[in-house]
């Protein structure tokens, strides 16, 4: 398998991002740490110059492929903030909070994958140096020193902007408020844990004592200058003990998935605890604009831009998802239901808040109900269609995702002429393997990524972190236009 081409590109990408990381104007120590990683791995890349082509697995080629496609990712991201115009676009877009993380864990990707195909040995020479370089520590602090950094600039900027304040005055405006959003508490740094009632405030919360309704409510609060959404459920045959006992196990699992494209979860408040009238909450991000369904509902002037950050971000939050710990973790209901947008239309994915939990409740709720949305069975694989959740996997997810991404560049409802009738979408997607059409208008290289994720056989269908990459170079690429 020829190896020329891939290797060039990851070489001729790396050189690339050396020149750029030491014109970086802001988040110098995070620029750097993706510069260092990224020269690890090209000592141990040109060891394969050495190396018969014919000795080489597959899996190097592949290897190199996909880096090639991260570094032009890392590129683009450093190239942000080289630009003379880089002040301009943080203003514009808000933080990148989030995406140094992601492009170093892509990193990470591939230096497991090249330990792997070149069967480094543990305590090798390469091994080790391609070890040292990933020290997770070394991020948190890097970002931590940026931020202070980038604060301190901004605040450099503001006294200029005031100076010109009679033609600059929506700059300044704009500026002020990235200043203030770098001076708030970052909402991953917060534990997950039992909250107490008066660190709660509900405008509602009177009303909770007559609450019958058996099913769950939600209402809008604040917790720690955060506002949150606050998922009530009553009326229920469990003690807080064993809530409690439940919520313990699972806090570790949810601390796997902290991400900016994954909702957040606060933790858990029980109110009249040991009396008949208990009640528990489950406290949660709140986002703005509801759901990436009612978004695309209300909003008809997306830009193409707007939309493909938007489907970046549900690519990430799932590919946060498939790379904890638990290999087999899996969503299971992957919809446009299930993705919310905050103010700054960042798209999160939900249904992972604390689901263990909350399933201990709903199995404790009287009379609980069973109803489900058979409108879900759309975004179902041809394979979940045909046998279930037999042999569901992260590449059903992705089908899912890939019609997620459909109706945002759409901004329709998926196969809405087969809602309600599991028969007549089964004829269409399993056995005439039907496709919703994507729009005319659509970025070409997007809609080659939606039918990719909407591949029949599952084989066809992109990792979640690839799907990211390329995701994230169609951004860059849209962004310079």
């Given at each position: 398998m020829d190896i020329v081409n891939p290797l060039k590109s990851v070489l001729s990408?790396?050189?690339?991002?050396?020149?750029?990381?030491?014109?970086?104007?802001?988040?110098k120590k995070q620029c750097h740490r993706v510069g260092e990683r990224v020269k690890a791995l090209e000592r141990v890349i040109n060891t394969i110059d050495s190396t018969e082509a014919s000795q080489l697995a597959p899996e190097v080629t592949k290897t190199l492929e996909e880096l090639s496609t991260i570094l032009n990712s890392a590129f683009g991201l450093i190239e942000k903030f080289t630009l003379s115009n880089w002040m301009k676009r943080l203003y514009k877009t808000s933080s990148d909070a989030g995406d140094f993380q992601m492009v170093n864990d892509r990193l990470s990707d591939s230096f497991q994958n090249l330990t792997i195909a070149l069967q480094l040995k543990q305590g090798s020479e390469m091994a080790e140096l391609l070890k040292g370089a990933f020290i997770r520590d070394e991020d948190e602090k890097d970002r931590k020193e940026d931020e202070k950094e980038l604060n301190r600039m901004l605040m450099e900027y503001m006294e200029y902007v005031e100076t010109m304040r009679a033609d600059l005055e929506d700059v300044k405006n704009n500026v002020a408020q990235v200043v203030e959003t770098l001076k708030k508490p970052k909402i991953i740094t917060m534990d997950i844990r039992v909250i107490k009632q008066d660190e709660l405030w509900m405008p509602k919360l009177d009303e909770l004592n007559n609450l019958t309704d058996q099913s769950p409510q939600v209402y809008r609060g604040t917790?720690?200058?955060?506002?949150?959404?606050?998922?009530?459920?009553?009326?229920?045959?469990?003690?807080?003990?064993?809530?409690?006992?439940?919520?313990?196990?699972?806090?570790?699992?949810?601390?796997?998935?902290?991400?900016?494209?994954?909702?957040?979860?606060?933790?858990?408040?029980?109110?009249?605890?040991?009396?008949?009238?208990?009640?528990?909450?489950?406290?949660?991000?709140?986002?703005?604009?509801?759901?990436?369904?009612?978004v695309l509902s209300s909003e008809r002037d997306l830009s193409w831009t707007r939309k493909v950050s938007m489907c970046r971000d549900a690519a990430q939050g799932l590919y946060r998802l498939h790379q904890t710990e638990q290999k087999s973790k899996l969503h299971t209901d992957i919809t446009s239901k299930k993705f919310f947008v905050d103010e700054n239309y960042r798209v999160k994915l939900g249904g992972l808040e604390l689901a263990q939990t909350e399933t201990s409740l709903r199995n404790a709720t009287?009379?609980?109900?069973?109803?489900?949305?058979?409108?879900?069975?759309?975004?179902?694989?041809?394979?979940?269609?045909?046998?279930?959740?037999?042999?569901?996997?992260?590449?059903?997810?992705?089908?899912?995702?890939?019609?997620?991404?459909?109706?945002?560049?759409?901004?329709?409802?998926?196969?809405?002429?087969?809602?309600?009738?599991?028969?007549?979408?089964?004829?269409?997607?399993?056995?005439?393997?039907?496709?919703?059409?994507?729009p005319c208008q659509c970025p070409g290289s997007l809609k080659e990524l939606i039918n990719e994720c909407r591949g029949y056989e599952c084989i066809q269908r992109p990792s979640a972190g690839v799907l990211v990459d390329k995701l994230r170079c169609l951004l860059v690429q849209l962004e310079q236009q």
């Open positions: 990408t790396a050189v690339g991002i050396y020149k750029l990381v030491e014109k970086a104007k802001a988040n917790f720690k200058d955060f506002t949150v959404a606050a998922k009530i459920f009553t009326n229920l045959n469990t003690t807080a003990k064993d809530i409690k006992s439940e919520f313990k196990k699972e806090v570790e699992t949810m601390k796997r998935f902290e991400s900016p494209n994954i909702l957040r979860v606060f933790g858990i408040c029980i109110l009249d605890e040991n009396t008949p009238n208990t009640k528990y909450l489950i406290i949660m991000e709140y986002c703005e604009k509801g759901s990436l369904r009612d009287v009379n609980k109900r069973k109803d489900k949305d058979i409108s879900s069975l759309c975004y179902s694989s041809p394979q979940m269609l045909t046998m279930g959740m037999k042999h569901y996997c992260r590449k059903c997810e992705i089908y899912s995702l890939g019609i997620v991404m459909w109706e945002i560049a759409a901004q329709r409802k998926p196969f809405s002429d087969s809602r309600g009738n599991k028969d007549t979408l089964h004829v269409k997607v399993v056995e005439k393997r039907d496709q919703e059409p994507v």
